[in-house]
């Protein structure tokens, strides 16, 4: 039976189709097995993905082998085609960009050369360079994000082991490593301190803007933080936090956050609360930071995964995320003033999301040994890749069903 509300959201879709989004459109771009991706839209509405294919490296050799390939996927021919950017590396942390000009840009670490980078499209072929190593040759510590500024500069953040949280730049032309963390919050000083970054954007002005999973122990406390260097110095603002004075009580858990900002540059946080086993997004676009749940977790609706956040021209909120519980990836959006959601299948481990000038929503993630674009478009049938026309049978996941107000 169709519940009232999802009723009510489908006559509006009827009504007013500008206002709901539809299911989700998948097709897949590339059989292969994939750890990463970014994705990118252009001034003309074309999606172009960067991801990295982990198809022939050896089990237990994730760190050691050179089988890694890095890839290209778009649709700006009319046709989703792929291409080879690099191979022969140990590659990760890719960041795909589109210029002013339309120009294509990939950025990436491998990992064995222990250097960053650069690979430019030029007409149809690809050139790489190499872009000084100073830090990518430091030991990066856990989980180091990446963001690429207007001007093509890089910015990385990372957890030095055991207790800084380090920020590094080279937009004035070589590296410059600062200490970003906050070792005396509320007073005291962590006994065992973990504050480790989870995503990072850079605004117009090339200031800084982390969201980051802070830890630490006796007492027990647990935030989500966000950070910035947007004063002229760090400084950190505790989102949401839960902290207990009883040893042995486990206070939340916050991690698995993504950052954007909007067209007047707020700030906008999606992460998953642990503790109440909820996806959580938190803006401070009204002046002050607000708080509301955007999806509410069951028994069997658990662990909101690989988060990746973007925000469209109307200030409106779009979240994909994979949701352990049921392995599956999902999309959410308050378009509605409510949160609605679409969902395909797929593990989405590397999952990333864009929104293109007409609200139209691009997600790129993997999905078993097979690497899927999924939309809120409609997909012409001329557009599938050459080996996958089959835009008739099940693969779209969706096509058109009406949006739900629910998992």
């Known amino acids: 039976m169709v519940g009232k509300r ?21 097709i897949t771009i590339d059989a292969c097995d994939n750890m990463d991706s970014s994705i990118a839209v252009d001034q003309s509405g074309n999606v172009h993905m960067s991801y990295i294919d982990d198809t022939n490296v050896p089990v237990g050799e994730s760190t050691t082998s050179t089988a890694y390939v890095l890839k290209y996927a778009s649709n700006a021919s009319g046709r989703w085609q792929t291409t080879v950017v690099d191979k022969n590396g140990n590659f990760e942390r890719t960041k795909i960009v589109v210029d ?6 990939i950025f990436y670490r491998d990992r064995l050369s222990e250097v960053f980078k650069h ?29 690429v500024d207007q001007n093509l500069n890089l910015h990385t953040c990372y957890r030095k082991y055991p207790d800084d949280m380090m920020y590094a730049t080279n937009k004035n032309g070589t590296w410059e490593l600062e200490n970003a963390g906050n070792e005396t919050e509320f007073g005291y000083t962590r006994s065992y301190p973990y504050e480790q970054p989870h995503d990072i954007v850079v605004d117009s002005a090339n200031n800084v803007h982390i969201c980051a999973y802070d830890e630490r122990s006796l007492p027990d406390y647990y935030a989500i933080n966000y950070v910035t260097n947007e004063s002229g110095s760090w400084q950190t603002t505790v ?24 067209t007047l540059e707020n700030i906008h946080i999606a992460y998953f609360d642990v503790n109440h086993n909820a996806l959580k997004y938190a803006t401070n676009q009204s002046g002050t930071w607000t708080i ?17 956040l973007t925000i469209d021209n109307d200030q409106i909120a779009h979240i ?38 007409d609200q139209h929503v691009h997600m790129a993630f ?4 097979k690497f899927n674009y999924s939309t809120t478009r409609e997909i012409p049938q001329s557009e599938y890749p050459d080996d996958d026309d ?5 693969n779209d996941d969706g096509g058109g069903g009406c949006f739900i107000d629910s998992l």
């Open 119 to 147: 690979a430019t499209l030029e007409s149809s072929s690809w050139s790489t360079l190499a872009i000084d190593g100073t830090i990518a040759s430091q030991e990066l510590g856990v989980a180091y994000i990446l963001a």
């Open 100 to 105: 002013t000009n339309n120009k294509i840009h």
């Open 366 to 369: 993997p999905n078993w040994h």
């Open 6 to 26: 999802t009723a009510q959201i489908c006559l509006l879709f009827i009504l007013f189709p500008s206002l709901v989004f539809a299911d989700l459109n998948t």
């Open 320 to 357: 994909a995320f994979r949701l352990d519980g049921v392995a599956k990836l999902f999309y959410k959006t308050n378009i509605l003033g409510e949160w609605g959601y679409a969902y395909a299948d797929g593990s989405g481990i590397g999952t990333a999301i864009a929104v293109d000038q």
């Open 239 to 262: 989102i949401e936090t839960d902290i207990s004075y009883s040893i042995g009580v486990e206070g939340a858990h916050y991690y698995f956050c993504s950052i954007a900002l909007d």
């Open 390 to 394: 089959d835009s008739d049978d099940d």
């Open 292 to 308: 509301e749940v955007a999806d509410q977790g069951s028994s069997s609706n658990t662990d909101y995964k690989n988060i990746s």
